[in-house]
């Protein structure tokens, strides 16, 4: 039987792929001396790298006279108190690099750089998210001298409804794991073209990079469920889209791309007849909800393959395993959606909702088609949530 899969494709992606990690990269790392120890430490450690075409230059700054390369992709600030900050990435900035600017004290420094005249961009100012529930650890405070009053913002007596109050935070493993993830998003939202590079190259990029392209890839095969009408021709395309996912995954995580395990994922990958019989099965059961079961089929079991490398490859697994995980993966996504149970609940769900709505919800699927692929992808998005959600309740249900 001939898999619905360009096995030819998958090869010459896997290459472009391998070719677009190895690009070369330079990195200049700026370190406030005014900066809380353990930020300096976590950015230091973050941008270490053995990859051979990664260039990292650190420095040390004390005032606006902070070195960095002119031959940059990229800068990051490790801030702290000194004044200067927002002047430093304003000029960075102007060179034409793309500047992070990582710290424990955001309230601190986005206000210091704001009334120097340098504001720094939302966007670029990166630190650790205080959530309800957060344990926070209070840090020492800095010790600032009587020669470095007039330069620096003096640390207030401790107040919990004030924010300054709480800086610098100190960085937990909750924290440290939290700006790790932000710098990661970061650098994959900066460099669309380099990002697997980055990833490559450092660490704390690889699940931000991942997460993202199986973001991007369920989506994309929720529009094709979506959006094509003729019967077994979204399959090449979902299928294609999976097994450029995983090697963009397994790329991520510096796994060696060989011919004979790309031929091994190419198969796996292509033998997803699963997921068209499900949908098959569901749309004989909901026909008026059929553009959304195709979606929903689309979306999840492509999501469901994706994190599972992820995490895979997140706790040390390599290629040679990869293959079976991913295919035990996509079962179980779409094991729910088979049985005839998942199938009488997503049939009630929609009895609920009434026939105008049902209407209405056609009505509303069929012109976001009209209008644009990312109001269809949205609309697909939805529809796979219902149908996740009718699964959810047959499993509970059974048990």
């Given at each position: 039987m001939k898999l619905p899969i360009d096995v030819m494709a998958v090869f010459q992606e896997a290459m472009d792929v391998d070719a677009a990690r190895s690009v070369p990269l330079c990195v200049s790392v700026l370190l406030d001396d005014t900066a809380p120890a353990d930020l300096m430490a976590h950015v230091r450690s973050s941008f270490a790298s053995a990859s051979p075409q990664a260039r990292v230059s650190v420095n040390y700054f004390t005032d606006g006279s902070a070195v960095f390369d002119p031959r940059s992709d990229m800068a990051v600030i490790a801030a702290g108190v000194t004044p200067e900050v927002g002047a430093i990435a304003a000029r960075i900035r102007e060179a034409g690099i793309p500047v992070m600017v990582a710290t424990t004290l955001p309230e601190l420094v986005s206000a210091?750089?704001?009334?120097?005249?340098?504001?720094?961009?939302?966007?670029?100012?990166?630190?650790?998210?205080?959530?309800?529930?957060?344990v926070l650890m209070l840090a020492?405070?800095?010790?600032?001298?009587?020669?470095?009053?007039?330069?620096?913002?003096?640390?207030?007596?401790?107040?919990g409804t004030d924010p300054f109050s709480l800086e610098p935070y100190a960085l937990t493993e909750e924290f440290a794991a939290d700006l790790s993830r932000k710098m990661g998003e970061w650098v994959v939202a900066a460099f669309k073209q380099k990002r697997l590079a980055f990833a490559q190259a450092f660490d704390f990029v690889r699940r931000p990079l991942s997460s993202e392209s199986v973001r991007a890839t369920s989506i994309q095969n929720a529009g094709v469920g979506l959006v094509v009408v003729i019967p077994g021709a979204d399959m090449p395309i979902m299928t294609l889209n999976q097994a450029k996912m995983i090697l963009q995954i397994a790329a991520a995580y510096g796994q060696p791309l060989t011919a004979e395990r790309v031929k091994e994922?190419?198969?796996?990958?292509?033998?997803?007849?699963?997921?068209?019989?499900?949908?098959?099965?569901?749309?004989?059961v909901v026909p008026a909800?059929?553009?959304?079961?195709?979606?929903?089929?689309?979306?999840?079991?492509?999501?469901?393959?994706?994190?599972?490398?992820?995490?895979?490859?997140?706790?040390?697994?390599?290629?040679?395993?990869?293959?079976?995980?991913?295919?035990?993966?996509?079962?179980?996504?779409?094991?729910?959606?088979?049985?005839?149970?998942?199938?009488?609940?997503?049939?009630?769900?929609?009895?609920?909702?009434?026939?105008?709505?049902?209407?209405?919800a056609a009505d509303k699927a069929k012109e976001a088609v009209k209008s644009a692929p990312g109001k269809a992808f949205s609309a697909a998005r939805r529809a796979a949530a219902t149908v996740a959600s009718a699964a959810e309740r047959a499993s509970k249900a059974e048990r």
């Open positions: 210091t750089a704001r009334e120097a005249g340098y504001p720094i961009p939302e966007g670029d100012l990166l630190s650790p998210e205080l959530k309800d529930g957060s020492q405070p800095l010790e600032i001298t009587k020669e470095d009053a007039d330069r620096m913002v003096p640390y207030t007596e401790f107040d994922l190419a198969a796996v990958v292509g033998g997803a007849f699963a997921c068209r019989t499900v949908a098959r099965q569901l749309v004989g909800l059929g553009w959304a079961i195709k979606a929903a089929i689309g979306y999840s079991g492509t999501a469901a393959m994706g994190y599972a490398a992820i995490e895979y490859f997140e706790h040390g697994g390599n290629m040679a395993g990869l293959a079976g995980v991913v295919s035990e993966a996509r079962a179980k996504a779409v094991s729910a959606a088979e049985s005839t149970r998942a199938g009488r609940v997503a049939k009630a769900t929609v009895d609920e909702v009434g026939s105008q709505a049902r209407k209405a």
